[in-house]
């Protein structure tokens, strides 16, 4: 069984699943052989709302650290989802299309987003450990209420 950190603030419940790299700006990212297979973050789909809309780069796409990999639209915001490190899109939850609410009941699993053919497997190191995301969490839900 995968082991979580679940940080609680008043009713709410965030995990942070062991094992993976995050982003500052709560994206996941999970090495799978060669892939990167990166997705939002439970603290990122609960602060957005449910989603209404999921729009994801085209398979092929060349993406550089920080290009624009998607959009999620939900009824609170427009969320501008941005590629923690340089690679080519290998493939696209297409799912999503027809059932954007995959990213909040499932944002480790069934709700990923794209994963990636990165350029070097090296950029996955400078991502954020669990911990360290964990670690930010207290200040980014202060910040949000």
């Known amino acids: 069984m995968e082991e979580i950190l679940e940080y609680r603030y008043d009713k709410f419940v965030f995990r942070v699943p062991r094992g993976l790299r995050y982003t500052a700006d709560d994206l996941w990212l999970r090495l799978e052989g060669d892939r990167a297979v990166i997705g939002l973050t439970d603290f990122m789909q609960q602060k957005s709302g449910d989603a209404a809309f999921v729009e994801l780069a085209a398979e092929g796409t060349r993406l550089a650290a920080g290009d624009v990999l998607g959009t999620l639209e939900t009824i609170k915001a427009t969320v501008t989802l941005k590629c923690p490190l340089a690679g ?14 995959r990213v909040n009941q499932d944002p480790y699993g069934a709700g990923w987003l794209v994963a990636v053919l990165p350029d070097d497997p090296a950029q996955i190191e400078g991502l ?14 202060a910040a949000e209420r």
């Open 88 to 101: 080519t899109v290998v493939a696209r939850n297409e799912d999503l299309e027809v059932e954007p609410e």
């Open 128 to 141: 954020l450990t669990d911990t360290a995301y964990f670690d930010l969490l207290p200040a980014k839900v």
